[in-house]
């Protein structure tokens, strides 16, 4: 998988069992390793919004887990500082001036040449 430009990882990360994202991390951002990785990843927060998701559930069946803006940021950061990236985050879909968006975006570009 080495060698890419560019990696779009869309509503992809919520499906990992949490014990085994740190394989994927180090798979997509210490060998696979392209300048630009797009993630993308469902705001938890938003959830409240859905009148036909009960509340405490997941959006989908084979979600292991959603995070908030602050969970994913925090994630974010500390993944991008660990593989030498920077990442900017970026609003997915109509905006709630408290819940946020219902998707959340992380930009993740190689800073180490």
């Known amino acids: 998988m080495e060698g ?8 992809v990360v919520e499906h990992h069992d949490p014990p085994r994202l740190s394989a994927f991390e180090r798979v997509l951002f210490e060998f696979a390793k392209p300048q630009t990785i ?14 036909t998701l009960p509340a ?12 908030t803006r602050q969970e994913f940021q925090d994630w974010a950061n500390v993944i991008a500082g660990r593989f030498g990236y920077t990442v900017r985050f970026v609003a997915v879909g109509p905006e709630d001036e ?5 998707t959340q975006m992380g930009i993740f570009s190689w800073s180490i040449q």
Not at 4 to 11: G, L, P, S, T
Not at 56 to 67: A, I, K, S, T, V
């Open 4 to 11: 890419f430009d560019a990696a779009a990882v869309i509503e």
């Open 38 to 51: 797009v993630l993308t990843t469902p705001n938890r927060e938003y959830n409240v919004t859905w009148e």
């Open 56 to 67: 405490g559930q997941f959006r989908h069946p084979d979600h292991r887990f959603e995070w």
């Open 98 to 102: 408290k819940l946020g968006p219902p």
